[in-house]
C-alpha cells in the first residue's frame, strides 16, 4: 500500500519513545507548529511527530517503524533551504537530524572531513579553524545551522564552488539508512576504511543527491576540504549594462586566479541601483602571490576600464570587513527589507552565458508584480554555470505580500525553465513544472527509483512525485 | 508602570535563520534552552514564532508553551548575535509576551509557585526566617547598604561566598551595612514577566531606602545590581567592580594563588551590563587566568537566570550548567565566578558530573589571595 496522508497513533508515540528517549519526541502543538514550516512562502504542513536521533541505529529504528505503520518519514537539517523541503507533505514524521552532530574524522593529508548528518556548517568551520588552520570547507552563505550534509545532499554551492563545483561534488561517501531500514555506505568507505572518494566505484551517491531526502536518510557524510591560505582579498567590478557580465565572468573565470566570484545587482541602497556589481575573492599565501593575481585580474577588466565600461569599486575597510564575512550574516538581512521576517527565492541554475537574458527577464517579473527584488548570483565551476538567485523580500505578517511573492517565485520558475536553466531546491510545485519538461525516459527512471528503493512510499512522499 | 515593548510589531520580523544559537565563531550552540532541548521551539527564533502564532490564536496556551517560555534564562545570548536591527529587543519580546500571559494567569505550575512565594514570604522557596540578622552589621548611614539578594541569602554554598566577601569588605574597614530584614529587590519577577509583584517590590525598597537614607547599593548578585542600577535607577556597585578598586589602589593586598583560573561572567553581569574587564584584571592579578573558549559577550549561561535556578526547566543530564563546567574543566583548576545563582548552579553541576574542578565566587578567591 503506498503512503497516503497519515494521521497519529497512540502506540507509535510510545514506540517512537522507546527509540529515541521521552525527550526527544514530541506531539506537542507547539513543536508540530514550528515543524510545519520554514521561513519561506511554502503554505504549512503539520507532522504527527517531530523526533531528534542520536544514531544511526536510532534512524533504522524510526524508518522501520515507518515502514510498519506506513507513515511518511522526512528528514531535517536546518530547514534553512527556505522552499518547503522539509515540510511533511503528507504528514508523519519528521527527523530533526541536528543531534547528530559529531564530527568523527578529519583526515588532514587526504584533505576530508567525514560528519554527521546534524553537524552545521558552522561548526565544521569553527573546528577546522581552530584545529586544522591550513583547511577549509567551501562555506556557503546560508546561516551557520544549516547542515553540511543537507547543503551537499541539495547540490548546494559556497565559496570554493567556482573552483571545485557544486558541493555534491565535494561529497566522498556516506552512510544511507535506505527506506526500507537498511544501512549502506556508499563511496570509498564501502570498501575501505577511507572516506577518500567516489570514484572508481559504481557511483551509488547519485542515488540521494537531488532527492530531497526521498530515497533514503543520510546519516554520515565525507566532504572535501581544501587548503586555506593566509591572505583573502576581495574585489567589486562594477559594470551599469548586464550585458557585459557574463563576459566579464568568462574573463576572470579564464585567470584561474579568483577563488570566488558572485554577482550582485539590487535597487537598494540607491547608490547601487542599475549596476551590476562582479564581486571577485583572491586568495594567496603571500602579499606579492595576491598582489600577482589581483594584477592578473585587472589586467583581464582592462579593456573595460579603458572603454569606461566598468571599474573597480573603491572598498573602505568595514566593507571589506563585510564580503570577507562567512558566511556573509548581511544576506539574511534581506529578510527586514518589507519589515516582515520573509525572504525566498529561485535559485536558477544556468549557462552564465545567459547571465542578460536571465537579468532581463527578472526585471520584467519585478517591474510588472510590484515586487520589492534583489538578484545574487554564485558562479559555479571556471563558469560552468552559476546560480542565479531570484530573491524576494515579503512580509509574513500581510498575506497578500506573501501571495506576491509566492506568485513572483511562481513566474520565476517558469521563465528559468523557458530560458533553457532548472530552479534549484525547487518546490513542489516546482519540482512538477520541473518534471512537465523532462525527458519521458528520465522520468520513468526516478519512478523505478523510488519504487525500488521505498516500495512502502515512507521516505519524505510528495518530493519527485511522477504522475 | 514597567514600559512593555510592543511585540506584536516584532514577532513576524524574525525569519528564524538561528543565528542567535551561536557565539561569534559558531562553534557550539550558545543558548542554554536551545543546548538543552534542541527542539526548534526552544531557541529565539522558536520563540518569536511561537508568541506571534499565540497572539494570533493559532495556538492555545499551554503548561508546554508556558515552559518553552520560561525556560529562556534571559541571557541576552540571541540579542548579541541576531543579525537582525530588532536584536536588542528580542528579550524585552519574551519578557513582555511573559507578562501578557501572566496578566491572563497563564503561568506553568512552578512558576505560579515563584511568584507566590515571593509575594508571599519576600523569597521565592517561601522561607519565612528573617534574612540577615547573622551580619550583625546593621544598615546605619553607611557608605553602601550591602544587599545580598535571595540565593546568597538562603543556598548554602552561595552564602559561604557572600562570607568571604564581608570578610574582606572588614578586612579593608569599606563602611556597608545591612537590612537584616532585606526583602528582594524583583529582578527576577520583572523579567519572569510579573511586572505587578516587581513593582510592589520595588516600591517597598524605594520606600525602605529613602525612610533609611540608602544612597550607594553594593551588592554580589549581578541580578540584584542589573534591577538597582537599570530600573531603580540607584547608585549601584557590584562586588567585582569594589575589590578590583580596592586591589588597584593598594588597600587589599593580594598574592597570588598557584592554580589555574577561569573566569564565567554571569549573563547579568555580562552581556546585560557590560562589565567584563574588572573581574578579569582582579583575577590577573591574583592568578593565571586562562579563558574558556567562550567568554565575554560569548559565554555560555549557566542556566540559572530568570527564575530557572528555582523551576530547574534547565536541569538534568544535559543542562548548560554540566556543558558549562565540562568546558571549565578542561580550561583550568578553579572555576570563577561572581554571581551567587552560577556558583550555585556550577556548583551543583560539579558534584553532578563528578569533576575535579573548584567552583569559587571571586570573593573566595581574592579572600584566599589575600590570607596567603
Ligand atoms: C541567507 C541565505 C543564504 C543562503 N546562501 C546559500 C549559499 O550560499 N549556498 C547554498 O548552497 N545555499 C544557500 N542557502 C540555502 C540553504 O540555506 C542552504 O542550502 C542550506 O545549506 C540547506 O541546508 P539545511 O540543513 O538547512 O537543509 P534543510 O532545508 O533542512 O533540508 C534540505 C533538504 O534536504 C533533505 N535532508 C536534510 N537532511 C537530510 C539527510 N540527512 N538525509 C537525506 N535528506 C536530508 C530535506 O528533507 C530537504 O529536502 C542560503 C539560504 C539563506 C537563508
Ligand atoms: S531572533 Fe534573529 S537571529 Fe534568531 S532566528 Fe530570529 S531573526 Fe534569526
Ligand atoms: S535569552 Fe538566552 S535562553 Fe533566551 S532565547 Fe536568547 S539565547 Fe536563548
Known sequence: ?467 | MMEKVNYAEIVHRCFRCGYCKFPSDYSEINCPSYAKYRFETYFSGGRMWLIRAWMNNEIEWSEHLGEIMYSCSTCRNCVEHCVFKFNEQLVDVFIAARSDMVERGQVPKKVGEFFSNLAKFGNPWGYAARRLEWVGRDYANNEFLLHAGCVATYDDRAKRSLKALLELLDAVGVDYGVFSDEICEGNEAMVMGEFGLFEQLMEQNRRRFEERGVKKVLTPDPHAFNAFKNYYGMDAVHHTQLLWNLVNNGELKVRRVKEKLTYHDPCFLGRWNGVYKEPRKLLSRIGSLYEMPRNRKDSFCCGGGSGNFYTDYLGGKDSPARIRVKEAAETAEILVTSCPVCLMMLDNAVSDEGLELEVRDISEVVLEALKS
Open chain 1, 1 to 467: 500500500m503506498r503512503c497516503q496522508k497519515f494521521r497519529g497513533v497512540v502506540e507509535m508515540y510510545e514506540e517512537l519513545k522507546a527509540i529515541v528517549g521521552e525527550e526527544n519526541v514530541s506531539k506537542e502543538p507547539e513543536e508540530l507548529y514550528i515543524y510545519s514550516s520554514d521561513p519561506g512562502t511554502m503554505p504549512p504542513v503539520k507532522p504527527d511527530y517531530v523526533v531528534m536521533p542520536k544514531t544511526t541505529e536510532e534512524v533504522q529504528k524510526i524508518v522501520l517503524l515507518a515502514n510498519k505503520h506506513k507513515v511518511p518519514v522526512v528528514p531535517m537539517g536546518g530547514a534553512l533551504s527556505l522552499s518547503g523541503l522539509v515540510r511533511p507533505l503528507r504528514g508523519g514524521i519528521v527527523v530533526d537530524m541536528k543531534r547528530m552532530d559529531r564530527i568523527i574524522e578529519v583526515n588532514e593529508r587526504a584533505r576530508y572531513a567525514v560528519v554527521e548528518a546534524g553537524v552545521s556548517e558552522g561548526r565544521l568551520k569553527a573546528y577546522l579553524d581552530k584545529k586544522y588552520p591550513s583547511l577549509r570547507i567551501s562555506t556557503p552563505d546560508a546561516p551557520p545551522i544549516a547542515t553540511v550534509t543537507a547543503n551537499a545532499l541539495i547540490h548546494g554551492s559556497g565559496r570554493l564552488s567556482q573552483i571545485y563545483g557544486f558541493h555534491s561534488e565535494m561529497v566522498t561517501g556516506m552512510e544511507v539508512v535506505l527506506p526500507t531500514g537498511e544501512v549502506c555506505r556508499v563511496g570509498s568507505c564501502s570498501v575501505s576504511p577511507y572516506w577518500f572518494s567516489r570514484s572508481p566505484l559504481p557511483d551509488l551517491a547519485g542515488l540521494f543527491i537531488g532527492w530531497f531526502g526521498r530515497t533514503g536518510i543520510v546519516t554520515k557524510l565525507g566532504i572535501k576540504l581544501f587548503p586555506k591560505h593566509r591572505y583573502r582579498d576581495v574585489m567589486i567590478f562594477v559594470t551599469e549594462n548586464p550585458s557585459y557580465v557574463s563576459d566579464v565572468i568568462w574573463k576572470v573565470a579564464h585567470t584561474e586566479m579568483a577563488e570566488d566570484i558572485t554577482v550582485w545587482a539590487q535597487p537598494k541602497p540607491e547608490w547601487a541601483e542599475g549596476f551590476q556589481h562582479t564581486t571577485i575573492y583572491v586568495t594567496a599565501d603571500s602579499e606579492e602571490e595576491l598582489e600577482f593575481k589581483e594584477k592578473i585580474i585587472r589586467n583581464a577588466l582592462m579593456d573595460y576600464i579603458k572603454q569606461k565600461e566598468g571599474g573597480f569599486l573603491y572598498l573602505t575597510p568595514a566593507m571589506k570587513a563585510m564580503f570577507l564575512q562567512e558566511p556573509m550574516s548581511q544576506l539574511v538581512r534581506f529578510a527586514d527589507v518589507r519589515k516582515g521576517g520573509g525572504f525566498e527565492y529561485v535559485g536558477a541554475i544556468l549557462p552564465v552565458d545567459l547571465f542578460d537574458v536571465a537579468y532581463q527577464r527578472g526585471l520584467e517579473i519585478v517591474e510588472r508584480l510590484g515586487v520589492d527584488w534583489a538578484f545574487s548570483i554564485r558562479i559555479i565551476g571556471r563558469s560552468h554555470c552559476m546560480m542565479f538567485a531570484y530573491a524576494y523580500p515579503f512580509n509574513r505578517a500581510d498575506e497578500e505580500d506573501v501571495e506576491r511573492a509566492r506568485k513572483a517565485l511562481h513566474e520565476t520558475n517558469k521563465a528559468v525553465l523557458e530560458m533553457g536553466g532548472i530552479p534549484w531546491k525547487a518546490e513542489a510545485p516546482a519540482q512538477q513544472l520541473i518534471l512537465e519538461s523532462m525527458d519521458e525516459g528520465a522520468k520513468r527512471l526516478i519512478k523505478s527509483v523510488i519504487e525500488m528503493l521505498d516500495p512502502n512510499g515512507v521516505m519524505n512522499p510528495g518530493n519527485w512525485e511522477v504522475k
